[in-house]
């Protein structure tokens, strides 16, 4: 199929899929050196691009969240107003840049008159970047993704998600637990759809030693915004 012989919404598909496609052979294994000095190339200049597009925006909270969470529910609302807050206090907002929980937190970020960010991967679904983005950079590879969430923030609220969702924040805690990320707050909200995780930690992670008690310390778990600034901005 020539994609420019195609809707503009065609084009977009032929090349996502063609993006896709490469990533999978990416991750399959050995390749011959010329196929993976290609890949590197193309990583680099990702990581280069995330670099141009994001230096220099200041104070900034990364939100994680599902992208599954309509207007109307709880979670959404509640990250809209987080978003709110954090911009009334003069932090930029960063998420995944989709729908959700990520499309809450940057919506009350524009409604509060801050700087709102997003950092999209391009999905067969769901990830389509929401419209209440300032600033926006879209990445092949969730690795690179991950390093331009962290690298920018002083703190992480962590959202009802899923895998990703899981993935993001296990990902950071584990970047501090090792010291390769300084201290920085995580901030779990959501109320009872952390509980039975958190019970998992205490009860098997932590009795097992697999992690340390003092590691729990990294996540703060509450719903009051008051709180959750005043945990950011004692950090800061």
Same mark, same amino acid.
């Given at each position: 199929m020539n994609p420019s012989n195609d809707s503009g919404k065609r084009s977009s598909d032929w090349y996502a899929s063609i993006r896709d496609e490469e990533e999978r052979a990416f991750l399959q294994g050995s390749r011959?050196?010329?196929?993976?000095?290609?890949?590197?190339g193309r990583i680099f200049l990702e990581f280069v691009h995330g670099f141009q597009?994001?230096?220099?925006?200041?104070?900034?909270?990364?939100?994680?969240g599902?992208?599954?969470?309509?207007?109307g529910h709880a979670y959404y609302d509640l990250a809209r107003q987080l978003g709110f807050r954090l911009a009334q206090e003069g932090f930029a907002v960063m998420t995944g840049g989709g729908p959700g929980i990520m499309e809450a937190a940057n919506r009350g970020a524009k409604e509060g008159?801050? =700087?709102?960010?997003?950092?999209?991967?391009? *999905?067969?679904? #769901?990830?389509?970047?929401?419209p209440y983005l300032d600033r926006f950079v879209e990445f092949e590879h969730f690795f690179v993704r991950k390093v331009m969430l962290v690298k920018?923030?002083?703190?992480f609220v962590v959202m009802p998600g899923g895998f990703g969702t899981l993935d993001e924040v296990f990902e950071?805690?584990?970047?501090?637990?090792?010291?390769?990320?300084?201290y920085f707050p995580i901030i779990?909200?959501?109320?009872?759809?952390?509980?039975? =995780?958190?019970?998992?930690?205490q009860s098997? *992670?932590?009795? #097992?030693?697999?992690?340390?008690?003092?590691?729990l310390e990294l996540i703060h778990a509450t719903d009051s915004l008051d709180r959750a600034m005043k945990i950011i901005k004692k950090r800061l």
């Open positions: 011959e050196n010329p196929q993976e000095l290609a890949s590197a597009r994001l230096g220099g925006i200041g104070a900034c909270v990364t939100v994680f599902s992208a599954r969470f309509k207007e008159g801050g =700087l709102s960010i997003g950092c999209n991967i391009q *999905l067969p679904s #769901e990830q389509k970047p929401n920018y923030s002083q703190a950071t805690i584990t970047l501090m637990q090792t010291s390769k990320l300084g779990a909200m959501g109320g009872n759809f952390w509980k039975k =995780l958190g019970e998992f930690i098997t *992670l932590v009795l #097992e030693e697999t992690v340390s008690a003092s590691d």
